[in-house]
């Protein structure tokens, strides 16, 4: 399923946020959104999984107006994991997870035997399995983290919108994770702080910067020393990786600011 955002303005306490962002993601591909903080990606975000409502503009899954599909029908194509994750502390985490097949349920209905199963294949993706029958406020934040991933899975999405997933992971799981994303080849809309994590497992990246995409194309193509500098405000080398070829980043820590661009 391609999702697509079109002339998307979003204006909170006074102040435009996001100005005329354009951009997609295509079907069953992983599309990156990086910038600096301040940017707009968590505000563009939760515009597209409808936590705040754009002053103009559409979010169009397969050429559907979002805003005119009902929040059961847009649960069963569109699942979030966002940044703020406080919820759901007194359940269990196999109960976390099976909240993602609500949008399935008739109310008050019964968890199917289906509904099981692709819990539990979802808790298996992450590696959470053996803490299904824990309480969720005993985990980690990597832990909750993953389980908040299995309950997107869980929803079986036609496109996930993942804002700062590998926050709270150590380096295995964010590698676990990463590779994850790839294998499920669902049209996926991710933002990323890390660039090299951003061009490992990204198809295609879109840059924002003050409210707009400055950016588009594929990481090879978008990562380069000049736009580092000009919207990242770093100085950095693009290599190749030497195990996978991704564009490989190497910044300069001894000069964090790099020379504003000559005339």
Known sequence: MRLAVEDLHLTLAGRAVLAGVHLIAESGRVTGLVGPNGSGKSTLLRAVYRHLAPSAGR???????????????????LAALPQERGEGFELTVRQIVATGRIPYQRAFAADSAEDRAVVARALEQVGMAPYAGRRFAELSGGERQRVLLARALAQQPDVLVLD?????????????????????RTTSLVALHDLNAAASVCDRLHVLAGGAVVASGPPREVLTPELLAEVFGVRAAVTEHPLTGDPLIAFDHRHPAAAPAGP
Request: avoid cysteine; charge should be negative; hydrophobic fraction near 45%.
């Open 59 to 77: 979010v169009l899954l397969d050429g559907r107006d979002l805003a005119a599909v009902t929040r059961p029908e847009a649960a069963r194509h």
């Open 164 to 184: 700062e997933p590998t926050n709270h992971l150590d380096i295995r799981h964010q590698v676990e994770l990463l590779a994850l994303l790839r294998a499920q």
